[in-house]
């Protein structure tokens, strides 16, 4: 109610008043998602700038403006075909009016992928897409069934949490020793007798193994091929460094004794094409030393949310929804989705997501019904180089963190070394096969209820 009796401002001075305050609110934050996600694209852009990196929106046939809208990667210019379908494809792009259409060749290159063809394609005359527009295209003429060409996916372990990790390593705030803690080994194998695990990612900071600070990476059991070493400069650890050789420690921790050898498959700004990865992957299970177990803290969103061909082809090819002596576990991604994130979905995968200490589902894992099991993957600590290390990721970017070998990190990238530990874990101790093992450590699991997951099984140590 007004008071007849209070005095009143003049309205000048009360607009000028006003005007003041309006001036003096805070501003609206700024939108730390989006920059965070044009930061992650920029790191991927850079590194792979020689053959090049095109981002895709969800829905559309068009790249675009703006890398905050970006939902994958692709190769320009490439597409994946079955060789069963190529000749549709030449036919298409062979008529007198694709010829003005178009202008160049369809070139295919044989992968070692079984009937995996890298097909660059014609470019277009008319400015579009000479992927995302040509697919569109060749759906919507019937050449092809929907999905089954698809883009040269980039799988990589950013961005927006697309992939791993959710979070830039931090200094460890609580933990001085790993988390999870180092078992002891039972006792020493032979070599051939020990679990083989193939941990596909950045590669491997040597200086790690057999070091004081981290004594579980032992000499003998984590190893690398030279082509596999990672080199970090102490005084500017680029992004994504040490992310192999954490994924490496964590599942040392949990299986100490394990043969864990580290591919350096993500070493562009922690991405590589679909096509260089799944021709890599072909090889390591063509070897008569195969890995058991193979880990894989990397994957993508794609187009219309279809299967990666080269991975489909791979799992075919070697029949992995089969056999029981070789497994793949990867991470099921950090946008907190409930889209498929391949190769996590695929049913022949270990899919793993990411639940806090409490063992509620983390706010950055993806949920679905194609995610396995979860694990805790947030604040883990293990191996990291020694050095500096600047943000460049909203909103620390500049913040300067200095590390002393040992980092904690968050994200599904995390979660899926522990899933699997555990496996490699339970071979040692029965003599069981990868899915065995596998299938003994799901029955461990803790059914939970969580609001964003709903009914998980969670396994693995929390606290």
């Known amino acids: 109610m007004n008071d007849p009796d209070r005095p009143s401002l003049p309205a000048g001075l009360l607009r000028e008043l006003l005007r003041r305050l309006r001036l003096s609110r805070p501003r609206p934050p700024r939108d730390v998602p989006a920059e965070r996600l044009r930061a992650q694209v920029r790191v991927i852009r850079d590194a792979m700038r020689g053959p090049g990196v095109l981002g895709a929106p969800a829905k559309g046939s068009q790249p675009p403006r703006d890398d905050a809208d970006v939902d994958y990667l692709y190769r320009p210019r490439h597409a994946l075909v079955r060789r069963e379908d190529l000749g549709r494809l030449e036919e298409y792009f062979a008529t007198d009016e694709n010829r003005k259409r178009f202008t160049g060749e369809l070139a295919a290159r044989e992968t070692r992928v079984l009937d995996l063809v890298l097909a660059a394609l014609p470019s277009r005359v008319d400015g579009r897409d000479d992927v995302l527009a040509t697919l569109e295209e060749l759906e919507r003429s019937r050449v092809v069934e929907r999905g089954t060409v698809t883009p040269d996916h ?187 994130f391949w190769p996590a979905a695929f049913p022949w995968v270990v899919s793993v997501g990411s639940v806090d200490p409490d063992a509620s589902v983390s706010d950055f894992s993806n949920v679905g019904p194609w995610v396995d099991v979860y694990a805790r993957g947030r604040d883990l600590v293990n191996a990291f180089p020694k050095g500096s290390y600047t943000c460049h990721e909203p909103p620390h970017v500049g913040e300067v963190r200095t590390f002393d070998g040992l980092a904690q990190w968050s994200g599904t990238s995390f979660a899926t070394p522990v899933v699997t530990g555990l496996i490699a874990a339970r071979m040692r101790e029965t003599g069981q096969s990868a899915r065995a093992a596998w299938q003994d450590v799901a029955a461990t699991a803790t059914p939970r209820t969580d609001p964003r997951g709903g009914a998980i099984q969670v396994v693995g140590p929390l606290t």
């Open 154 to 340: 980039v799988v990589y372990v950013t961005p927006r949490g697309f992939m791993c990790p959710a979070t830039e390593p931090e200094t460890p705030h609580r933990h001085t020793q790993p988390w999870p803690a180092a078992q002891t080994s039972p006792g020493r194998l032979a070599g051939r007798d020990r679990v083989r695990v193939a941990v596909v990612d950045t590669g491997l900071w040597t200086d790690a193994v057999g070091s004081a600070r981290t004594p579980w990476l032992a000499v003998g059991d984590v190893v690398a091929d030279p082509s596999d070493v990672e080199t970090v400069n102490p005084a500017a650890i680029h992004p994504y460094a040490g992310h192999g050789t954490f994924v490496a420690g964590v599942i040392s921790c949990l299986a100490p004794d394990t043969r864990i050898e580290v591919e350096g498959v993500l070493v562009h700004g922690g991405a590589v094409f679909e096509s260089e990865i799944v021709q890599q992957l072909h090889e390591a299970i063509e070897d008569d030393d195969r890995p058991q177990v193979i880990s894989i803290s990397a994957g993508t969103h794609t187009r219309g949310d279809f299967a990666l061909l080269g991975f489909e082809l791979l799992g075919r090819s070697h029949e992995l929804r089969e056999r029981d002596d070789v497994l793949i576990v990867a991470a099921a991604g950090n946008d907190s989705s409930d889209r498929p």
